[in-house]
């Protein structure tokens, strides 16, 4: 006994605490909390029991605020390392994670199937669907109990209220709710009514969402034609629906706002798309105004009635022109015919020999007047050699006149258009006088006078031909 060391309490009970310590080390335990203790410190102090033992446990401050919330009765594991309290020599577990029983299976499996279905390609961004640019039918997989699908109405309602909504009720906590998650999405698959899902649940603990970390699940959002967005839980959750879901949002809030317009966002875009298509309107009209007036002016210059104002003026011009050339031709016609006249009147017979006779009756008066001493006889013959000699003059002018005079009258038949008349022609003119030339100067059904030798004619025209 004297070999035996003698120790105090405290110094076994340190021995006790670390012995404990470094023979255990950290432990995992499984129980139901009773007796739990909660200081304005922050420490809670608490039991663990099962049907035959139990062991005391502590929780710090600091600990504790990591930890889940728990209470007595709740089934719990904890992950600690177990000594000695030295104070009372009482045997403890100080705690350094708390979780619900059975979340450490729950999260081996969690990671167990995530790493499958990663490495199917479940999970690749390439297979992932893109949201609709616009959401026309909205589809929400959720329960009909609880604050989720007030919280997706309500903003709904604050964004776009007129987004019509199909709901699929289903469990989303329970051994049924997987199946029934399957069947609404299988049944949306089928019906084709919506054109994007909201798989929505509240937040809990890995045990509350493992609906939604169920392999069939996944592989059910992985099949459907339908882009899924999920809202699951609170935004530090995460599940295997939302690794193979088209979007995963933090909450079902969020869900909501990321398929649904924003309205005032919608109302402010309308007003600047009106204000654009106003302007691009207003200078459309524009452009169209100037063209539009441009080809009224070119209209206006075209216009039938300005043509024929035109060519009316330009057909008055041209009568005018006419009437005055007519008229000139008439002048010098008529001028050409009394010189004519007067020429013929200068080489009349008649003339010639009243003057011949005037000029006889002149040498007659002079030879009256010479002296009687001259040869009487030799008067009268010289006389009478000029006698004959005027009269043969006579006879020669009278026939050169006469062909001049003949050669004149004949021109001037020539030129007078009664003449031309009498020749079997005609002329043409229209009600207002215009001497017509070419056949295209008229027109079927246009009447037409024409001018003969003895008298007129009214025509209408039945029909024209020009020559080419």
Not at 12 to 23: F, K, P
Not at 69 to 90: E, L, P, S, T, W
Not at 234 to 242: G, M, N, R, V
Not at 275 to 289: F, K, N, P
């Amino acid at each position: 006994m004297s070999d035996t060391p003698v120790f105090s309490v405290t110094e076994l009970n340190q021995c006790a605490d670390g012995l404990l310590r470094d023979g255990l080390g950290v432990v995992r335990v499984e129980g139901e909390v009773s007796n739990l203790r909660q200081y304005a410190s922050g420490h809670q102090y608490f039991s663990l029991k099962d049907e035959n033992a139990s062991v005391n446990c502590v929780l710090f401050r600091g600990k504790a605020r990591q930890a889940a919330r728990f209470a007595d009765g709740d089934a719990v594991q904890i992950r600690g390392r177990a000594g000695i309290y030295g104070a009372r020599g009482q045997f403890q577990i100080i705690v350094e994670a708390l979780q619900p029983a059975g979340e450490g299976r729950l999260l081996a499996a969690f990671q167990r199937l995530k790493e499958k279905l990663a490495a199917e390609g479940l999970f690749d961004a390439e297979r992932k669907q893109p949201l609709p640019a616009w959401t026309h039918r909205l589809g929400v997989i959720t329960s009909t109990q609880g604050d989720v699908r007030h919280d997706i109405e309500r903003t709904l309602a604050r964004r776009f209220p007129l987004l019509p909504v199909t709901l699929y009720p289903t469990a989303v906590q329970g051994a049924q709710a997987a199946g029934q998650i399957v069947a609404a999405l299988e049944q949306a698959a089928a019906e084709g009514r919506v054109d994007v899902i909201i798989l929505a649940r509240g937040g809990g603990s890995l045990e509350d969402l493992q609906a939604f970390n169920e392999e069939s699940v996944a592989r059910a959002i992985a099949a459907c034609p339908i882009p899924i967005v999920t809202g699951v839980g609170h935004e530090t959750d995460t599940t295997i629906a939302d690794f193979v879901a088209d979007l995963r949002a933090s909450t079902p809030t969020a869900a909501a706002e990321a398929v649904s317009p924003d309205a005032a966002t919608l109302r402010h875009q309308l007003a600047r798309a009106r204000e654009r298509l106003t302007g691009l309107l207003g200078q459309r009209i524009a452009r169209h105004q100037q063209t539009l007036t441009a080809l009224h002016t070119r209209l206006e210059r075209r216009h039938p009635s300005q043509l024929l104002e035109r060519n009316a003026q330009r057909l008055d011009d041209q009568r005018e022109r006419l009437n005055r050339a007519w008229s000139r031709l008439e002048e010098r016609a008529r001028s050409r015919l009394q010189r004519a006249q007067l020429r013929l009147a200068g080489a009349s017979p008649g003339n010639r020999l009243t003057a011949a006779r005037m000029r006889l009756e002149h040498l007659r008066q002079r030879l009256a007047r010479v002296r009687p001493d001259h040869d009487i006889t030799q008067r009268r013959e010289a006389l009478a050699r000029l006698q004959r000699q005027l009269e043969c003059a006579t006879r020669q002018a009278l026939a050169t006149r006469q062909r001049h005079l003949d050669a004149t009258a004949r021109q001037l038949r020539s030129l007078d258009p009664e003449a031309v008349l009498e020749r079997g022609y005609a002329i043409l003119q229209t009600p207002e006088g215009e001497v017509l030339r070419r056949a295209d100067q008229t027109a079927p059904g246009q009447h037409l006078r024409a001018r003969l030798a003895r008298g007129r004619l009214d025509l209408d025209v039945t029909a024209t031909q020009t020559d080419d």
